[in-house]
């Protein structure tokens, strides 16, 4: 089906930035939604931000003004840049995307997360 790649993880000091970068590949017929999540060690995986097809950005209150998402559709690729980081921001980050396979004689409908990329900020 649709396979997501993430790379970008490191570990950085408070303050610092990286961006991340997401890659799909494999049968992509159309990809309408992306996101980021992000889960800390002990903690549930929860939501940082959402790059609709065509609409506008959304972000966690917590990263809200100092992270910036970007989706460049003609690459399957999605960017999560990350400024100022804070400790509490330290977690494996994954990418999620739905939308449509080629499946046969019709288009299939696909859901797929990457394996994940890893981020420390840390001094």
């Known amino acids: 089906q649709v396979q997501l790649v993430e790379s970008g993880g490191d570990l950085v000091q408070p303050g610092g930035s990286l961006r991340l970068t997401c890659v799909a590949s494999?049968?992509?017929?159309?990809?309408?939604?992306m996101a980021w999540y992000r889960q800390a060690p002990g903690k549930e995986r929860e939501l940082v931000a959402t790059i609709p097809d065509g609409g506008s950005t959304k972000y966690a209150d917590s990263v809200n003004g100092r992270f910036t998402t970007s989706r460049d559709i003609a690459k399957n690729t999605a960017f999560l840049r990350m400024n100022n980081l804070k400790p509490e921001d330290t977690g494996v980050y994954y990418c999620?995307?739905?939308?449509?396979?080629?499946?046969?004689?019709?288009?299939?409908?696909?859901?797929?997360w990457g394996q994940g990329t890893q981020v420390v900020v840390s001094s």
């Open positions: 999620h995307a739905e939308g449509r396979f080629y499946s046969g004689t019709y288009p299939g409908d696909f859901v797929s």
């Open positions: 494999g049968s992509i017929f159309k990809i309408h939604d």
